[in-house]
């Protein structure tokens, strides 16, 4: 079950495109996610879903919200991002570019409302013909302890496993027929070439169930076990905590970590008053870095006030520089669309039909593609498990640090810049600094810094701005 790993100069990032259509990831693997080195893809959860047709109460304006995924009514792969084929055929493009795949994978419930499908199915709760039917799902009373049949309290075991999350109906996820019937879904995305899953709600799952289901699942294409990322929300006691998942899946999901990176990069509730140089021993108190699949933010934490959003404009690029060049976890890059209501929908047709991405326009914001992050893949899969030496920082937010003699980077969250000497521990020479440049043909097209004999290189910090090299980047 490892981490992504794909074609030559790449590790582990990933990219996360969150509800970016089948046809528009394809081409973004082609054009920037392989060029660029990035290993993988999230894509989002494929199967079809609720497709509402009408508003609810007063304060409900957006007739199709991102969510509608999050309530699937069959494992047919016809949704609001594409068909089948549009899916099979963005797999096979993105494992071509050297990118794998890794899927959204609800497992816990079912839809909790509405009638009928993007695949134009029709249903009703408890009832999805040629699949489930009521004998399949907790109940309240005999399963879920609960009074209104929800989960009430997020710290008692029963009612977390077998009560429905937000009205959600909840799959019987400890039953033979409901595991075969969710292996045989996860197993037709494995043989499309699908190289793993992010279990959506793996705290609602727990342990025993999620292990029995990996059990079933067959290797990838590439002979590999498919690697499982679990979702589980920090805050529980016990075994409702994300480290107590570890053992239960590939890695969990960095919950309590875009949260701390929040607070040093942003503190409550003022721009800038946290300080960057508590980021020495990120990771201390976290999941272990080999069983963390880390970000900066992710389609719930940009809303919930967790963590940085792409509202955050400079701060949140500097905080993906940070995560891609320290090397807590596989790291993952949010990339979406942009939003004001928490509930607005992803730009689609009158039909909720996701449209096509365009990174030049605003409805779109294309963070993985930013010149300051690819530039971090690219240090990011040279430095590989290199460990962080030469830490320096000032007390405040201006810290720097190199990985082995592999490469070295500064990074400035204070409003003005700073110019200074560090101390870098890389060979004498002239690097290209890779957050503004790229070598080519041993040319840098942006800024030069010269390394002395010494190891000292003297360079200005732009404004909450970083300056990066590797051992490569030498001109
Ligand atoms: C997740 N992880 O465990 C997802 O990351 C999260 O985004 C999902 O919630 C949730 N679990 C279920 O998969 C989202 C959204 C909710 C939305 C659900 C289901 O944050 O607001 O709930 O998807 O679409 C919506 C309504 C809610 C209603 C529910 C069921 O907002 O009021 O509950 O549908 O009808 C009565
Ligand atoms: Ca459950």
Redesign the pocket.
């Known amino acids: 079950a490892g981490a992504p790993q794909a074609g030559p100069g790449r590790t582990d990032v990933m990219a996360n495109l969150f509800e970016w259509n089948w046809d528009s990831v394809a081409s973004e693997c082609t054009g920037t996610l392989g060029p660029a080195g990035y290993a993988g893809v999230q894509v989002s959860q494929p199967a079809d879903s609720?497709k509402r047709t009408k508003l609810g109460d007063g304060s409900d304006t957006v007739l199709h919200?991102w969510?509608?995924?999050?309530?699937p009514v069959s494992y047919e792969l016809t949704s609001r991002m594409g068909t089948e084929a549009q899916f099979r055929s963005m797999v096979t493009t993105c494992r071509r570019a050297g990118v794998k795949v890794y899927v959204d994978a609800?497992v816990?419930?079912m839809?909790?409302?509405g009638s009928t499908s993007y695949g134009g199915r029709t249903y009703s709760h408890f009832e999805y013909a040629g699949l489930y039917d009521a004998s399949d799902f907790h109940r309240k009373g005999t399963d879920c302890p609960s009074s209104t049949g929800g989960i009430e309290d997020f710290n008692n075991l029963r009612q977390v496993r077998t009560c429905e999350?937000?009205?959600?109906a909840d799959l019987r996820t400890d039953s033979p027929k409901v595991r075969n019937e969710l292996a045989k879904y996860l197993n037709k995305l494995i043989g499309y070439g699908v190289s793993g899953f992010r279990v959506?709600?793996?705290?609602?799952v727990g342990q025993d169930d999620l292990l029995a289901l990996q059990k079933k699942l067959r290797d990838t294409v590439d002979g590999d076990r498919p690697y499982v990322a679990l979702?589980v929300?920090g805050g529980g006691p016990g075994i409702l905590s994300p480290q107590a998942f570890t053992g239960a899946g590939s890695a969990v999901l960095g919950l309590d970590g875009d949260i701390q990176i929040k607070n040093a990069f942003k503190s409550y509730p003022a721009d800038g008053t946290g300080s960057l140089a508590v980021l020495k021993t990120f990771g201390d108190g976290l999941t272990p870095s080999g069983k963390t699949l880390s970000f900066v933010q992710?389609?719930?934490t940009e809303?919930n006030g967790d963590a940085l959003t792409y509202k955050d404009g400079a701060t949140n690029l500097l905080a993906q520089q940070f995560l891609l060049a320290y090397g807590y976890g596989t790291p993952q890059v949010y990339s979406s669309f942009a939003w004001s209501a928490t509930?607005a929908s992803p730009p689609s047709d009158p039909g909720g039909l996701i449209t096509d991405t365009d990174c030049a326009s605003e409805a779109w914001v294309c963070v993985h593609r930013d010149k300051a992050v690819t530039g971090l893949v690219g240090f990011h899969n040279h430095v590989g498990r290199a460990p962080v030496t030469h830490w320096w920082d000032n007390g405040g937010n201006l810290i720097a640090f190199s990985r082995g003699q592999a490469g070295w980077i500064a990074l400035n969250n204070d409003k003005s810049p700073v110019t200074r000497t560090f101390d870098t521990g890389l060979a004498a020479g002239t690097y290209c600094d890779v957050t503004r440049g790229s070598v080519s043909k041993g040319k840098c097209s942006g800024p030069t810094v010269t390394v002395d004999a010494r190891g000292q290189v003297r360079v200005t910090v732009p404004a909450k701005g970083a300056v990066a090299f590797t051992r490569a980047d030498r001109v």
Request: charged share 25%; aromatic share 10%; proline share 3%.
């Open positions: 609720l919200p969510w509608e995924i999050y309530q609800v816990n419930h839809t909790g409302q999350l937000v009205g959600l959506d709600a793996a705290k609602h979702e929300f992710n389609h719930d809303r509930d």
